[in-house]
Protein backbone atom coordinates (compact mmCIF):
# COMPACT_ATOMS: atom_id res chain seq x y z
CA UNK A 1 0.00 0.00 0.00
CA UNK A 2 1.26 3.45 -1.02
CA UNK A 3 1.56 5.21 2.31
CA UNK A 4 3.98 8.05 3.88
CA UNK A 5 4.70 8.26 7.75
CA UNK A 6 5.81 11.11 9.57
CA UNK A 7 7.70 11.74 13.21
CA UNK A 8 6.67 13.27 14.98
CA UNK A 9 3.40 13.95 15.13
CA UNK A 10 4.20 17.73 16.85
CA UNK A 11 7.32 19.02 18.48
CA UNK A 12 7.73 22.50 20.25
CA UNK A 13 11.38 23.55 20.50
CA UNK A 14 12.74 26.90 21.56
CA UNK A 15 14.09 29.26 19.26
CA UNK A 16 17.20 29.32 17.84
CA UNK A 17 17.81 25.58 18.08
CA UNK A 18 17.72 22.62 15.72
CA UNK A 19 15.33 19.96 14.76
CA UNK A 20 15.05 16.41 12.64
CA UNK A 21 11.50 15.75 11.23
CA UNK A 22 11.39 12.02 10.32
CA UNK A 23 9.24 10.56 7.09
CA UNK A 24 9.30 6.98 5.46
CA UNK A 25 7.07 6.08 2.57
CA UNK A 26 6.23 3.10 0.90
CA UNK A 27 5.47 4.68 -2.35
CA UNK A 28 5.96 2.81 -5.25
CA UNK A 29 7.06 3.24 -8.30
CA UNK A 30 8.85 6.22 -7.07
CA UNK A 31 8.92 9.63 -8.50
CA UNK A 32 10.08 12.08 -6.39
CA UNK A 33 9.65 13.66 -2.70
CA UNK A 34 9.10 16.83 -1.47
CA UNK A 35 9.06 18.60 1.51
CA UNK A 36 6.58 21.30 2.00
CA UNK A 37 5.58 24.17 5.12
CA UNK A 38 1.61 24.75 5.56
CA UNK A 39 1.12 27.51 7.43
CA UNK A 40 -2.43 28.14 9.31
CA UNK A 41 -4.84 28.67 6.43
CA UNK A 42 -2.58 28.78 3.87
CA UNK A 43 -1.79 26.14 1.16
CA UNK A 44 1.31 24.18 1.14
CA UNK A 45 4.96 25.67 0.13
CA UNK A 46 7.49 23.72 -1.62
CA UNK A 47 10.57 23.45 0.79
CA UNK A 48 12.34 20.99 -1.10
CA UNK A 49 12.34 18.53 -3.96
CA UNK A 50 14.33 15.45 -4.85
CA UNK A 51 14.53 12.85 -6.90
CA UNK A 52 15.98 9.50 -6.03
CA UNK A 53 19.64 10.17 -7.28
CA UNK A 54 20.08 13.03 -5.01
CA UNK A 55 20.69 12.64 -1.75
CA UNK A 56 20.72 16.00 0.52
CA UNK A 57 19.32 19.05 -0.67
CA UNK A 58 19.02 22.58 0.96
CA UNK A 59 16.97 25.29 0.90
CA UNK A 60 18.43 28.36 3.15
CA UNK A 61 18.08 26.53 6.81
CA UNK A 62 16.30 24.14 5.68
CA UNK A 63 18.32 20.24 4.80
CA UNK A 64 16.46 17.39 3.56
CA UNK A 65 18.04 14.16 2.94
CA UNK A 66 17.01 11.06 0.96
CA UNK A 67 17.86 7.48 1.57
CA UNK A 68 16.22 5.82 -1.68
CA UNK A 69 17.23 2.19 -0.29
CA UNK A 70 15.63 2.40 2.72
CA UNK A 71 12.55 4.75 1.51
CA UNK A 72 13.52 7.70 4.65
CA UNK A 73 13.95 11.24 4.23
CA UNK A 74 14.58 13.90 7.06
CA UNK A 75 14.01 17.81 6.81
CA UNK A 76 16.71 19.46 9.46
CA UNK A 77 15.99 22.80 10.40
CA UNK A 78 18.58 25.11 11.44
CA UNK A 79 18.86 27.80 14.04
CA UNK A 80 14.60 27.69 14.07
CA UNK A 81 12.84 31.23 13.97
CA UNK A 82 8.89 31.90 15.07
CA UNK A 83 8.16 31.88 11.87
CA UNK A 84 9.08 28.63 11.19
CA UNK A 85 5.76 27.24 13.09
CA UNK A 86 3.73 25.49 10.57
CA UNK A 87 2.95 22.30 9.65
CA UNK A 88 5.76 20.49 7.81
CA UNK A 89 4.28 17.68 5.24
CA UNK A 90 6.18 15.33 3.48
CA UNK A 91 4.57 13.94 -0.14
CA UNK A 92 6.02 11.32 -2.27
CA UNK A 93 4.99 11.74 -6.12
CA UNK A 94 4.05 8.75 -8.19
CA UNK A 95 5.45 7.93 -11.18
CA UNK A 96 3.00 7.60 -14.29
CA UNK A 97 0.07 9.83 -13.44
CA UNK A 98 1.96 11.97 -10.92
CA UNK A 99 -0.19 11.22 -8.11
CA UNK A 100 0.61 12.86 -4.69
CA UNK A 101 0.86 10.27 -1.75
CA UNK A 102 0.61 12.72 0.91
CA UNK A 103 2.27 12.95 5.11
CA UNK A 104 -0.14 13.50 7.83
CA UNK A 105 2.42 16.28 8.46
CA UNK A 106 4.33 17.35 11.87
CA UNK A 107 3.11 20.36 13.31
CA UNK A 108 6.52 22.69 14.38
CA UNK A 109 5.76 25.10 16.95
CA UNK A 110 9.01 27.31 17.94
CA UNK A 111 8.49 29.39 21.45
CA UNK A 112 10.47 32.90 22.57
CA UNK B 1 8.75 29.18 -8.88
CA UNK B 2 5.49 28.50 -10.96
CA UNK B 3 2.70 30.71 -9.36
CA UNK B 4 -0.94 29.31 -8.86
CA UNK B 5 -3.56 31.55 -7.62
CA UNK B 6 -6.99 30.99 -5.80
CA UNK B 7 -10.05 33.12 -5.66
CA UNK B 8 -11.88 34.12 -3.20
CA UNK B 9 -9.24 33.02 -0.53
CA UNK B 10 -12.28 32.68 1.83
CA UNK B 11 -15.97 32.91 1.59
CA UNK B 12 -19.23 32.52 3.69
CA UNK B 13 -22.07 31.44 2.18
CA UNK B 14 -25.90 30.35 3.19
CA UNK B 15 -26.89 26.84 3.29
CA UNK B 16 -28.20 25.84 -0.42
CA UNK B 17 -26.52 28.37 -2.19
CA UNK B 18 -23.90 27.67 -4.93
CA UNK B 19 -19.98 28.54 -4.54
CA UNK B 20 -17.83 28.53 -7.41
CA UNK B 21 -13.60 28.86 -6.64
CA UNK B 22 -11.00 29.98 -8.96
CA UNK B 23 -7.94 28.28 -9.98
CA UNK B 24 -5.33 29.98 -11.88
CA UNK B 25 -1.97 29.36 -13.13
CA UNK B 26 -0.25 33.05 -13.56
CA UNK B 27 3.07 32.11 -15.59
CA UNK B 28 2.92 28.50 -16.84
CA UNK B 29 0.12 26.46 -18.69
CA UNK B 30 -1.62 23.73 -16.38
CA UNK B 31 -2.41 20.90 -18.75
CA UNK B 32 -3.97 19.53 -15.12
CA UNK B 33 -5.29 20.66 -12.34
CA UNK B 34 -5.70 19.44 -8.79
CA UNK B 35 -8.49 19.77 -6.28
CA UNK B 36 -7.91 18.72 -3.10
CA UNK B 37 -10.03 19.58 0.45
CA UNK B 38 -8.54 19.95 4.02
CA UNK B 39 -10.17 19.68 6.97
CA UNK B 40 -8.63 20.88 10.42
CA UNK B 41 -5.60 19.48 11.59
CA UNK B 42 -5.61 17.23 8.65
CA UNK B 43 -3.52 16.22 5.56
CA UNK B 44 -4.75 16.96 2.29
CA UNK B 45 -7.47 14.89 0.20
CA UNK B 46 -7.44 14.36 -3.24
CA UNK B 47 -11.39 15.26 -4.69
CA UNK B 48 -10.72 15.42 -8.17
CA UNK B 49 -8.34 15.65 -11.24
CA UNK B 50 -8.91 17.83 -14.47
CA UNK B 51 -7.27 17.63 -17.70
CA UNK B 52 -8.35 20.89 -20.26
CA UNK B 53 -11.19 20.63 -22.25
CA UNK B 54 -11.86 16.85 -20.73
CA UNK B 55 -14.44 15.64 -17.49
CA UNK B 56 -12.66 15.98 -14.28
CA UNK B 57 -11.75 12.31 -12.41
CA UNK B 58 -13.17 11.83 -9.19
CA UNK B 59 -11.66 10.24 -6.63
CA UNK B 60 -14.01 7.31 -4.72
CA UNK B 61 -16.07 9.06 -2.81
CA UNK B 62 -16.36 13.11 -3.87
CA UNK B 63 -19.71 13.42 -5.36
CA UNK B 64 -19.68 14.44 -9.25
CA UNK B 65 -22.99 16.29 -9.12
CA UNK B 66 -22.04 18.27 -6.18
CA UNK B 67 -18.68 19.63 -6.87
CA UNK B 68 -18.86 20.69 -10.54
CA UNK B 69 -15.34 20.88 -11.69
CA UNK B 70 -14.89 23.43 -15.58
CA UNK B 71 -11.17 23.08 -16.98
CA UNK B 72 -11.81 25.05 -19.85
CA UNK B 73 -8.54 27.15 -20.73
CA UNK B 74 -4.84 25.98 -19.89
CA UNK B 75 -4.58 28.64 -17.02
CA UNK B 76 -7.95 28.08 -15.51
CA UNK B 77 -9.95 25.78 -13.48
CA UNK B 78 -13.38 26.32 -11.71
CA UNK B 79 -14.82 24.54 -8.39
CA UNK B 80 -18.28 25.05 -7.90
CA UNK B 81 -19.66 23.84 -4.79
CA UNK B 82 -23.39 22.93 -5.50
CA UNK B 83 -26.35 23.71 -3.17
CA UNK B 84 -23.78 23.53 -0.40
CA UNK B 85 -24.37 22.56 3.65
CA UNK B 86 -22.26 23.22 6.55
CA UNK B 87 -20.59 19.57 6.25
CA UNK B 88 -19.14 21.33 3.16
CA UNK B 89 -16.76 23.79 5.29
CA UNK B 90 -13.69 23.37 4.70
CA UNK B 91 -10.08 24.46 2.86
CA UNK B 92 -10.15 24.31 -0.64
CA UNK B 93 -6.52 24.37 -2.48
CA UNK B 94 -5.93 23.07 -6.12
CA UNK B 95 -2.62 22.37 -7.89
CA UNK B 96 -1.74 22.98 -11.15
CA UNK B 97 0.77 20.78 -13.41
CA UNK B 98 2.76 21.71 -16.64
CA UNK B 99 4.40 20.17 -19.15
CA UNK B 100 7.68 19.19 -18.95
CA UNK B 101 8.35 20.90 -22.36
CA UNK B 102 7.17 24.26 -20.67
CA UNK B 103 10.60 26.14 -20.64
CA UNK B 104 9.16 28.52 -18.23
CA UNK B 105 9.16 25.35 -15.86
CA UNK B 106 12.29 23.21 -16.99
CA UNK B 107 15.04 22.82 -14.39
CA UNK B 108 11.90 23.14 -11.66
CA UNK B 109 10.21 19.53 -12.48
CA UNK B 110 7.60 20.86 -15.01
CA UNK B 111 5.66 18.11 -14.77
CA UNK B 112 5.33 18.30 -10.73
CA UNK B 113 2.53 19.73 -9.09
CA UNK B 114 2.31 24.00 -8.08
CA UNK B 115 -0.22 24.22 -5.05
CA UNK B 116 -2.61 27.42 -4.86
CA UNK B 117 -2.96 29.43 -0.92
CA UNK B 118 -6.64 27.75 -0.78
CA UNK B 119 -9.57 29.03 -0.10
CA UNK B 120 -11.50 28.63 3.18
CA UNK B 121 -15.38 28.00 2.63
CA UNK B 122 -17.60 28.55 5.56
CA UNK B 123 -21.47 27.23 5.16
CA UNK B 124 -23.86 29.07 7.71
Known amino acids: KNQVEQSPQSLIILEGKNCTLQCNYTVSPFSNLRWYKQDTGRGPVSLTI?????NTKSNGRYTATLDADTKQSSLHITASQLSDSASYICVVEREYGNKLVFGAGTILRVKS | GAVVSQHPSWVICKSGTSVKIECRSLDFQATTMFWYRQFPKQSLMLMAT?????????EQGVEKDKFLINHASLTLSTLTVTSAHPEDSSFYIC????????????????????FGPGTRLTVL
Open chain 2, 95 to 114: SARGSRSDSKLSGRLGDTQY
Open chain 2, 50 to 58: SNEGSKATY
Open chain 1, 50 to 54: MTFSE
